[in-house]
């Protein structure tokens, strides 16, 4: 019984596996492997040509191996809405909570049918689909493991793998001025380079002090070393 539930274990680690890297093979096509579409677009299904063949309700999937499932805009009102937050936000420089007071007062309802709140609004600003990018493996949890978020190195990221509905420069402009508006943000990129300034300065000491320079000689070289620091938006 032992050797039978060992072998059934490993069975079900090995496919899952290949169900795995079959995901990724998809992602990396631009392509979804699972999931539903965010608010605002949609998932369409396209035949073994890649030619769209209809747009898929929620819950529903695809029948035949060969087919695709790719994402595009809706084009109804939930396409605009996204575009008017984004409109806001970034041209007009709206707050997140004026946003918010201006879809409540409309009585626009968000993705789960619910009144807006600040981290909705969040988390379609940062959202990458809007500008047709794919993006899959952001968590890992298989086989009942606890669902924790992957590193970005770890993700797969497919640009402009279908059609946007935010032009890029919007959306980059929208990411920066979240930046300084979240304080976790800013406050990371400040330890990042905190952190990137002490290590290297700790590497030309020693070099330095091992070419056979003083302690003075080396604090008069580095504070005239011409490093600026800096770091991405990502």
Not at 59 to 77: S, W
Not at 120 to 144: M, S
Not at 181 to 186: G, K, M, T, Y
Request: charged share 25%; aromatic share 10%.
């Amino acid at each position: 019984t032992s050797i039978q539930r060992y072998m059934a274990a490993e069975y079900s680690r090995q496919l899952s596996d290949k169900v795995f890297y079959g995901c990724i093979k998809v992602s990396q096509q631009g392509y979804s492997a699972g999931g539903s579409a965010v608010y605002g677009m949609t998932r369409l299904l396209l035949d073994v040509n890649k030619e769209i063949i209809r747009p898929l309700k929620l819950g529903e999937h695809k029948q035949i191996a060969n087919e695709r499932v790719t994402f595009a805009p809706k084009n109804d009102e939930t396409t605009v809405i996204v575009k008017t937050i984004f409109d806001l936000f970034v041209n007009k420089r709206h707050s997140i909570s004026d946003i918010v007071n201006f879809l409540n007062e409309k009585e626009i309802l968000s993705a789960n049918g619910k009144l807006w709140d600040k981290s909705k609004i969040i988390k379609v600003l940062t959202q990458e689909a809007y500008i047709g990018t794919r993006i899959y493996n952001k968590t890992k949890g298989r086989l009942k493991q606890k669902i924790h978020s992957n590193p970005r190195s770890e993700w797969v990221v497919v640009p402009k793998a279908f059609k946007a509905t935010i032009d890029e420069q919007v959306f980059i402009k929208a990411q920066e001025r979240l930046y300084w508006i979240l304080p976790n943000n800013w406050r990371k990129g400040i330890n990042a380079i905190k952190k990137a300034k002490k290590n290297l300065y700790q590497d030309i000491f020693r070099w330095l002090l091992n070419k056979g320079l003083t302690d003075f000689d080396i604090d008069e070289i580095l504070h005239k070393l011409p490093i600026v620091f800096g770091i991405k938006v990502e």
